[in-house]
């Protein structure tokens, strides 16, 4: 498996000039910040399925439950291209192991949730995702994805940011096959991580690996990957990184003094209203971690990011 990360991207927002209009979207953050640590495969679905530029605009129409891509001013119905042109590149996604996927917003083809589905009823728009987006997320259903315009939301680009980096590993740790000890030791080092999303997902995951042997060990790690996505698809909020951070805290009830303590529930009381931002209580334990010698919380990739990790999730 390729060491570097690699993410698919609507074309746009990388500053190509591919809309209908022949103008782009660029992403300041997507080409300035997150090109820096991960490799881009950008694709625009409407050129790559056979669309030119410039190009009249397309919109999704909801015929009976059925939603169609239809060109907006010739009537043209391209449902059967895209989905077929989707079929085939998304073999070759698949082969080039994507990590996740920045789309852009408002967009009929590529957008998360934010596209205009028309209705031939009369009734006014639904919104949803784009065309390509929905043949994607079906396609790969635990897939990370996130609009252009979400990686300006601090939680939005910390939740995408982290799932991609786990599953960049997940793909590391299966590509070696199924080591029912790899798999704990994975487990391990992310229970930080996977509580501050979904703490009855973490339970679940805890319960999961309590049933393997031996003998079962592909079946676990089928099931295993299955929840550790799910369980990550649920946002990690101000208030769930809190109860991570104050449990944490609970390491150090018998090494810190009074004042310590104090500061750094103070430190965990600021991020959870927004004052500070998460890295401060996490450079806080990560300190008495190592001073302590608390070699669970130090092999946390919640308090110990991959370097690259570390720099997109310390950008403001
Ligand atoms: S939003 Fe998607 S389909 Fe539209 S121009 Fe950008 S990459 Fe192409």
Redesign the pocket.
């Known amino acids: 498996m390729s060491d570097s990360i690699k993410i698919g991207v609507?074309?746009?927002?990388t500053g190509e000039r591919?809309?209908?209009d022949r103008t782009h979207?660029r992403s300041a953050y997507l080409t300035e910040t997150l090109a820096k640590h991960v490799e881009f495969v950008p694709?625009?679905?409407?050129?790559a399925c056979g669309m030119g530029i410039p190009r009249e605009p397309l919109r999704q129409v909801d015929c009976a439950g059925e939603i169609r891509l239809i060109a907006y001013e010739s009537g043209k119905d391209l449902t059967a291209k895209m989905t077929n042109w989707a079929k085939r590149v998304f073999k070759g996604l698949d082969k080039e192991g994507i990590c996740g996927f920045v789309?852009?917003v408002h967009?009929p083809?590529?957008?998360v949730n934010k596209s205009s589905i028309y209705s031939t009823q009369g009734t006014p728009p639904r919104l949803g995702p784009?065309f390509?987006t929905r043949l994607l997320q079906e396609h790969d259903p635990l897939l990370p994805v996130v609009s252009s315009e979400g990686l300006q939301n601090s939680v939005q680009r910390e939740n995408f940011i982290r799932r991609v980096f786990v599953l960049h590993r997940w793909r590391a740790l299966t590509a070696k096959g199924t080591s029912i000890g790899n798999l704990v030791d994975f487990h391990t080092r992310h229970k930080m991580l996977i509580r501050a999303h979904d703490l009855g997902g973490y339970r679940e995951l805890g319960r999961l690996l309590g049933e393997s042997t031996m003998h079962n060990a592909e079946a676990i790690f089928d099931r295993y990957g299955t929840l550790l996505f799910k369980a990550l698809t649920l946002k990690a909020t101000p208030s769930k990184n809190r109860d991570v951070l104050t449990h944490a805290a609970g390491y150090f009830k018998k090494d810190l003094d009074a004042e310590d303590k104090r500061e750094l529930h103070a430190a965990i009381t600021a991020y959870a209203k927004g004052k500070v931002p998460l890295l401060v209580p996490v450079t806080l334990l990560n300190h008495y971690a190592r001073k302590y010698r608390a070699p669970y919380l130090t092999q946390q990739y919640y308090l110990n990011p991959e370097p690259d990790e570390l720099k997109l999730l310390n950008h403001v």
């Open positions: 609507s074309a746009c927002v591919v809309r209908f979207r694709i625009c679905p409407e050129i789309l852009r967009s083809s590529c957008a784009g390509f």
